[in-house]
């Protein structure tokens, strides 16, 4: 069965103190992994697309990496703006995105 | 501006009523999405369509309805046979497929839905 599996499911953070979350996944065939961050009340925005073992990918804070298993998503010196669900997605198939539960990360200054 | 406008963003309904949320897309996408969000649990797909006049149920379709006559919306309505309705609902668009890859999806900001 296709699943996504995120860790922790929340985390806490001083402004400027780096970490990583973890997205492991078991699929029968990645053909894309995603990466959203969500505020409260608001629909997930999009932040990366990784599609093979090794690829990487930055915006800012945030770098994405991607290998046969898992995806990180790392996060540099951190500022409380960054506090959010962050949540992983595949899409094995065609037509359908499975997501993982989340990260709640918040980030104090 | 290109994106996905979900209406209203907040609803209430009476058991027993049939409610309608609206999603309109103005990216061009061919596949819309609709997911349901509880506190603790990930998003959950409820409907898909990936072509106009055509769309198939997801994990949780059991007391909803949708429709797809128009490329740009695709209403979700949550009908009086949904035992537990009130939750968050979000509406997503994508293109199918983009040189051989799968791509991602955009998603609207959300409807908060409570029955009382």
Redesign the interface.
Known sequence: EDQVTQSPEALRLQEGESSSLNCSYTVSGLRGLFWYRQDPGKGPEFLFTLYSAGEEKEKERLKATLTKKESFLHITAPKPEDSATYLCAVRPGTYKYIFGTGTRLKVLA | DGG?T?SPKYLFRKEGQNVTLSCEQNLNHD?M?W?RQDP????R?IY?S?IVNDF?K?DIAEGYSVSREKKESFPLTVTSAQKNPTA?Y?C?SSI??WEG??????????T?LTVV
């Open positions: 996905i979900q596949a999405y997911y603790g649990q990930g998003l797909l898909y990936q198939q997801g968050f979000l997503a199918t497929r890859r799968n791509t991602e999806a955009f998603f609207g900001q959300g908060r």
